[in-house]
């Protein structure tokens, strides 16, 4: 079949309309570079979306559970085997998706005779200046973007997801506290998975984090930190 | 006993009354002193800055006290380049299991490895210039208890009730623990910034018997590598915050 040129593009083709399928119901992740460091926020029933990866990087996901672990354990192994091998500060989030994570989800998608992996996410790295945080958006078939407005959004519609990232770029100012930006955070987490077009249409905030039947996951890669680790779960006072 | 391993260590100058410790049959090597003891808000565990060869003073900002994670410390006694090799394995070690497995490792785990590359360090120690005698403060976490461990050269390890040291001021510095443990004052019910002034007092009468430590200076505002542990996590003590706290304890 793969020395067939056509039979391998539709090959190809009925993958990427598989996998389409079988992540449409994920519910997006978004990161957000601040100055006191990267935001990132998932939610989810019980499994967990977003996951530190090294003292600067951490990762949010959305699609298969068990595929989201092997991509976790393949960037934490590769992450921990560089930095021992040379220095933690040379482990940053380009080196690991140039290496480790994109070959294996580019390999994993033109497996086609192999079932693919469901993962789309944001790898998020820290730095000491937010200008030059890293916010990498990448995909199932391993292609990644490197966002510069400071804002990922990861999404199964591509159109929301844009329109998503835009809002949220307008929206938020260096003067916003850490609960504002979360709020605008949650708020565009809720009119991605309420279905309707997002472009054109308000934004309903709401003062209280809390999603029903979810867990809403938050998590800070903090710029000043007095460990190695920066990443730390996000705590906010919840609002009555 | 030609059969026996422990009579064999001593014939091979390897390492039988700690590291450090003068006299003909031990190693020459004179890096460190080292010593945690319990305090009233953890175990607070100090170092001086000095790594010697011989009796040429290597380096006097040698920093001995390193932070395995957030809940572990391993102060370093002994040959520097295996010590800070097994801290830097060990760190990656602990760090890694913590992201993979999401959860720290447990307290016992850590310990044993630290005891594994002990003894896979056995054929430096029986050469007799790359023995490590460590120390390890560690928060068990289901009971949030911090507790101290000394360890020997060939990887067995112990707990410490009140107080541990290694390296070759450590037998002045446990002397004076021990009084302090049976008359009082108890280092365990002082806070910390009696605790503080007391270790800086420990590596100052250390430094007075002992070439190899580097003891602390006052004066130049040069203090100990100090840092506390405790169930919240690790502080370290800066030069500043010390030189204040000495200088409240003189008044």
């Known amino acids: ?240 | 006993m030609n059969g026996d391993f422990l009579a064999l260590l001593p014939r091979r100058e390897a390492v039988t009354a700690g590291v450090g410790t003068h006299g003909s049959s031990a190693p020459r090597l004179e890096a460190t002193t080292v010593f945690a003891f319990h305090c009233a808000d953890g175990i607070l565990v100090a170092g001086d800055h000095r790594a010697t060869a011989g009796n040429v003073v290597f380096s006097d900002t040698t920093e001995k006290i390193l932070e395995l994670d957030s809940h572990s410390l391993m102060a370093i006694a002994g040959s520097p380049s295996v010590a800070l090799e097994m801290a830097r394995t060990l760190q990656t070690s602990f760090e890694f299991y913590r992201r993979s497995q999401l959860r720290p490792m447990s307290l016992a785990a850590k310990l044993r490895a630290l005891s594994r590359l002990l003894r896979e360090n056995l054929p430096g120690t029986l050469q007799g210039f790359g023995a490590v005698a460590p120390l390890f403060a560690g928060v068990d976490a289901s009971t949030r208890k911090p507790a101290i461990y000394f360890y020997d050269p060939l990887g067995a390890q112990f707990e410490a009730a009140a107080y541990a040291g290694s390296g070759s001021g450590s037998a002045s510095v446990k002397s004076v623990l021990h009084y302090l443990e049976t008359w009082g004052p108890h280092p365990a019910t002082m806070g910390i910034s009696d605790a503080v002034n007391l270790a800086n007092r420990l590596l100052m009468t250390a430094a007075e018997f002992d070439s190899a430590t580097g003891g602390i200076d006052p004066g130049q505002r040069n203090f100990a590598t100090l840092k506390l542990l405790n169930s919240d996590g690790i502080r370290s003590f800066s030069q500043a915050e010390q030189a204040q706290l000495w200088q409240e304890g003189r008044r």
């Open chain 1, 1 to 240: 079949m793969t020395d067939e040129p056509y039979r391998w593009l539709e090959a190809i083709a009925n993958r990427r309309e598989y996998i389409r399928d079988q992540l449409k119901d994920a519910t997006p992740v978004l990161a957000v570079s601040r100055p006191e460091g990267v935001i990132l926020m998932g939610v989810g029933t019980g499994q967990s979306k977003v996951f530190e990866v090294y003292d600067r990087l951490a990762l949010a996901a959305l699609g298969n559970p068990v595929d989201i672990e092997r991509v976790r354990q393949t960037a934490i192994e590769a992450a921990h085997l560089d930095g021992f091998t040379r220095d933690p500060e040379d482990v940053t989030a380009r080196r690991l998706l140039n290496f480790s994570i994109c070959p294996a989800l580019k390999g994993s998608f033109e497996q086609i005779f192999a079932a693919p992996l469901l993962v789309e996410m944001i790898v998020a790295e820290v730095a000491l200046g937010q200008a030059n945080d890293v916010l990498a958006r990448v995909s199932y078939d391993g292609s990644v973007r490197y966002l510069t407005g400071g804002v990922a959004v990861a999404h199964t519609s591509a159109t929301d997801e844009a329109s998503a990232t835009e809002w949220l770029t307008a929206g938020l100012s260096p003067a916003l506290s850490q609960q504002e930006v979360v709020e605008r955070m949650v708020a565009v987490w809720r009119k991605l998975v309420s279905g309707g077009p997002f472009a054109g249409t308000a934004i309903e905030m709401h003062p209280s984090l809390d999603i029903a039947g979810k867990t809403v996951e938050l998590a800070i890669l903090a710029r000043e930190s007095r460990t190695q680790a920066t990443y730390k779960p996000l705590i906010l006072e919840k609002a009555e």
